[in-house]
């Protein structure tokens, strides 16, 4: 399988049209391959364009297959992560998308009716957290939208996770939001995309509620984590080593958003969980064990409170 991006025979042009070099141990890294330690995958999503191509219980035996201890999923709409949910049972922890509609990504923030599902969902035990929620900077919503507000304190008052997506040049934006609730659990999502190490350490330092999430920092998407042998780069090493209770890692199999010619196809994100798997595995290897047990499983138990619930 080509995974775009990657080069296939003689080169191949990524989306921007640069001609890629071949790199071996990526291409390794990105076989399938036998299943390896148990590993919590924080962030994947079964939305409405990826169900016109794969079911629930595809996805569920190929998250067995890659003995995957348990995945977060968030779903557009939202009520799709409980079917996935009832395909998987304890294999799934459903978080509460405010996206309910097809389309709700672009109107969440206006309707009053997203908080009330939230809270109806959360109450009767359906989700473990909320989110995936997007903000980009200089565009609508912005950060203190009162339905966003909301949603942050049912999160507070349940004591669940947020799984919160910022892009911006820096974390000033994200800072904002994790420092307005210091009490809650908030997941930092694709540690903010395109921002540095430097730029997580200060999150890091300046709320100690986030947990860091590496989903969509492969290759193929952000980069920006790893080097041309597959392992972390050294700031981003230096910063896990440093503070191994604060990371925890995902696939996020979603794979229109790195070819925007194709928004009207169905999403096939799911054909790449395998490979996208691989890839991260192969840089938590190459961690200090303790370390390597912390971000591969350990943290996201603690976070998600599987001593006490079913992960």
């Known amino acids: 399988m080509i995974i775009p991006g990657l080069p296939a025979a003689g080169g191949r042009r990524n989306n921007s049209g640069s001609r890629l070099a071949a790199i071996p141990w990526l291409i390794a890294a990105v076989a399938p391959c036998a299943a390896g330690e148990p590993f919590a995958d924080i962030h994947v999503h079964f939305n409405w364009d990826q169900k016109e191509i794969i079911g629930a219980d595809e996805i569920v035996a190929r998250l067995r297959r890659a003995n995957v201890a348990f995945a977060v999923v968030t779903s557009t709409p939202a009520a799709l992560a409980l079917e996935l949910k009832q395909a998987g049972g304890d294999l799934i922890v459903p978080f509460f998308s405010p996206y309910t509609h097809e389309l709700g990504r672009q109107d969440w923030y206006l309707d009053a009716n997203v908080v009330r599902l939230a809270e109806a969902g959360l109450r009767d035990g359906l989700y473990r957290g909320i989110g995936e929620v997007h903000f980009m900077a200089g565009f609508r919503p912005r950060i203190e939208n009162p339905v966003f507000a909301r949603l942050m304190r049912l999160a507070q008052r349940f ?153």
């Open 159 to 311: 004591d669940v996770p947020a799984l919160i997506h910022v892009d911006a040049a820096n974390e000033t934006p994200f800072v904002r939001i994790c420092e307005a609730y210091p009490e809650l659990k908030i997941v930092f999502a694709h540690a903010g995309g395109n921002l540095t190490a430097d730029h997580v350490r200060r999150v890091i330092e300046r709320c100690a509620n986030v947990t860091i999430e590496f989903s969509a920092r492969d290759p193929w998407r952000y980069g920006g984590l790893t080097g041309a042998d597959g392992r972390l780069l050294p700031e981003w090493r230096d910063l896990v080593i440093a503070y191994p209770e604060r990371f925890v890692t995902g696939t996020d199999p979603v794979w229109k958003v790195t070819r925007t010619q194709t928004w009207d196809q169905a999403d096939d994100g799911w054909d790449y969980f395998a490979q996208l798997l691989s890839y991260h595995r192969r840089w938590i290897d190459d961690l200090p064990k303790p370390v390597r047990d912390r971000v591969r499983l350990e943290n996201a138990r603690r976070l998600l409170a599987c001593d006490r619930l079913h992960c």
